[in-house]
């Protein structure tokens, strides 16, 4: 009977030191950080890299387009959905996602730190700053931002409770920061600029020599040139986007109804 004692209490106190061990592995796997290949896709960061400076060095690859932005101070990475660029032109980059050690499968390159954003700016395009509506940052030639085809303004009516262009203009200082509707055409439509759709508004009324004829509206509604639309939205004067970008007049966010 003591030998068979004996030897359970054995047997027992090889389990209890087995189970010991493995809790010990157990806590020291979780203490020590997995080594591992870096991911396709690391997580992202916090966001950041909102610069301008001249592009160094541009590619494209799998509908993105990378550009190396060289600042005066250092060069980063950004990339965007295809855009044109050329080495050369200014440009702005808004604030993006920051991926490291960043791994493009389809440039076969590897980047240590390279921003995602939603647009980069080329302001050396006229067709971008154009569409933009944006002033060109001070001793750039301004760019015409005129309808790039004529539409047909002669049938557009005021809407009712609401202002024409050339009003708008007229009492902007003492319209700011209130909302304001109007019935225009859209002379210009420029999408996903900044995460945003641009038109520019035109209904027949105001100067074009003084640039009081043409208003900027940003909305997340898609149109076309050519349609008459009623609008609905905040209006903000000297509106400052950084880097030198800036409006005199224009309306954010706005509601755009089809008609």
């Not at 996903?192 to 640039?211: C, P």
Request: a negative charge; proline letters at 5%; one cysteine or more.
């Amino acid at each position: 009977m003591a030998s068979i004692l004996e030897e359970y209490v054995v047997k027992k106190g090889l389990v209890i030191t087995l189970s010991l061990a493995a809790l010990a592995l157990v806590a020291c796997s979780q203490d020590q950080p997995t080594q591992s290949a870096t991911p396709a896709t690391p997580p992202a960061a916090e966001s950041g890299g909102g610069t301008s400076g001249t592009v160094v060095e541009t590619m494209n690859a799998a509908g993105y387009t990378y550009v190396l932005v060289d600042n005066d101070s250092e060069k980063i990475w950004a990339a965007a959905p295809a855009f044109t660029v050329a080495v050369g032109d200014s440009v702005v980059v808004p604030d993006g996602m920051p991926m490291h050690n960043y791994h493009s499968k389809t440039l076969n390159r590897d980047f240590p730190l390279v921003y995602f954003v939603d647009s980069v700016l080329n302001a050396s395009a006229p067709e971008i700053s154009a569409a933009s509506g944006m002033a060109m940052p001070a001793g750039h030639p301004q760019t015409n931002t005129t309808a790039p085809v004529d539409v047909d303004l002669s049938n557009v009516q005021k809407a009712e409770g609401g202002l024409t262009v050339a009003e708008i203009f007229a009492g902007k200082t003492e319209l700011s920061g209130q909302n304001v509707t109007l019935r225009a055409k859209i002379v210009k439509f420029s999408p996903k600029i900044m995460g945003k759709n641009w038109l520019h508004v035109q209904d027949g009324s105001g100067d074009a020599e003084a640039d009081t004829h043409d208003l900027t509206v940003t909305t997340n509604v898609t149109a076309q040139v050519g349609d008459t639309v009623l609008i609905s939205g905040l209006l903000t004067l000297d509106k400052d986007f950084g880097y030198g970008y800036q409006y005199n007049l224009i309306m954010e966010d706005a509601q755009v109804t089809v008609e």
